[in-house]
């Protein structure tokens, strides 16, 4: 692993000189009461499903009804994610106790290779879980689930297949999503786990064909690539998600931000690092970036400034944007703590953060799924959740002086 740059000592040395009235100690505050929030929600969350043994959380109806998937939805690691963190930020037997629960209720995905999406499925709950406990039946179950997600690559493409062919995605013949990224630290948590490096150069291979492929020359990211199954050549450049093809969906420039910040840390390849800044940057000087720091849907969406936030892009890019500024130069690691840390206190003030025992239970309101299709739409989603809670763990991290990966 990465051991992170004297940015890491001079952002300390940067906090730890302020006053008590300062930033740096109120912002202590606001993680701790969010988090604190968080886990009583979550807890709630939790016994409210204590019945229902096959299902997890994934947003609400309009009428602010739970709405829960089985596990083959990609969403349902997050919520068991969100219990590992909030047990790692202070543990307790209920809360290990729940995330054992909901961590099993994915268990059966690990065998999953209809889908690219196992990453999310889980890493996001059996690798947290192994990563604080050590228990060597969740390490199988991250091995098998690597085994899995490696049968969906294509070595004349050079990509992990994201979609399997449908009557809805029948317009492209390979298509590969930039959210894709997300799921490639499964696999290099694997290759270094088990010394196997298949997995890593697969990871590395989709990375590096998606970085060819997925930019336009100012770092921002199509949403779908779709390759000829024949040549591998670019066939199609699309969004599915976004509001044209043209346009750069936050999300997705969150998900690429965040992905090649992770590869950088797992590889130690500069050119990842690069890109991450790149993208960083787009974002951050976008003139559609708005002053509280939690992006439009789309940075390109027509009705700007009335479009609707999407708190899950301003949580992911939240907790990318801490790990980059480790990395990097004091002066733009500077930067980008400090856009994070805007982030954290919008997230976490009365617009965005959820009151207690409302919101279906979950922690944040005001996300966006699928725009297009109108689904999900202004709506609490489990995976800003889950990038939410880490990103004020990593933050904390920051400010306390620790580690922020000990893998």
Known sequence: ??????????????????????????????????????TQQSLRMAESLKNQPDKLPQTIDKNGKLV??????????????????????????????WAENFTLRVEDQQYTTDNHDVGFMIFCSFGNGYRLTGNPEYKEVIHNASKSLITRFNPTIGCIRSWDYSSWSAQWQYPVIIDNMMNLELLEWSAKTFN?????????????????????????SFHVISYDTITGAVEKKNTSQGYADDSAWARGQAWGLYGYTMMYRKTGNKTYL???KHIADFMINHPNFPEDKIPYWDFNAPDIPNALRDASAGAIMCSALIELSTYIS???????????????????????LATPGTNGNFILKHSVGHMPNKSEVNVPLSYADYYFTEAL????????GQQLFND
């Open 196 to 220: 196997d490096t298949t997995f890593s150069h697969v990871a590395r291979t989709h990375a590096n064909t998606t970085l060819k492929n997925h930019f336009r020359d100012d770092y921002s």
């Open 68 to 97: 829960t998937c089985n596990s083959d939805w990609w969403v349902s690691g997050f919520f068991p994610g969100v219990l590992w963190y909030l047990y790692e930020n202070s543990p307790s037997d209920s809360l290990k106790l």
């Open 274 to 276: 690069d890109q991450a």
């Open 330 to 352: 004091s002066e733009k690691g500077e930067q980008y703590l400090q856009i994070a840390e805007k982030q954290i206190r919008t997230l976490s003030s009365d617009e965005y």
């Open 393 to 400: 763990l990593r933050m904390k991290k920051v400010l306390q």
């Open 1 to 38: 692993m990465l051991k992170a740059t004297s940015i890491f000592v001079i952002l300390i040395l940067f906090f730890s000189c302020k006053t008590p009235e300062s930033n740096s100690q109120s912002l202590i505050s606001v993680i701790d009461q969010s988090l604190e929030f968080a």
